[in-house]
């Protein structure tokens, strides 16, 4: 497969795990109203949070696809990994509020 063609793949993949998030977390989140399971709703949170991580990526896939120009003359492929990061560094950041939110809440 040449580079070309594995872009809409990846982008394709990008988008069926986001919808695949937002079914799950809206799932999960309909069950913890429903029986009021904290454990639920940490869960209905954790696929909250993939669904926005997913948004990331696929900001990732369009911008390092575009064409080189006269300013990136190598083109966009880092945008990738810069946008990745973005991404690595939101999970990491709303895992630690929450921990420190609930320790703060246990004490």
Known sequence: MTQASEQPAKLRTVVIAFVANLLVAGAKTAAAVVTGSASMLAEAAHSWADAGNEV?????????????????????????????????????TAGAVVSVQHGISEL
């Open 56 to 92: 990331f990526l696929l900001i990732a896939e369009r911008s390092s696809a575009r064409k080189p120009d006269s300013g990136h003359p190598l083109g966009y492929g880092r945008d990738a990994y810069v946008w990745s990061l973005f991404a690595a560094v939101g999970l990491f």
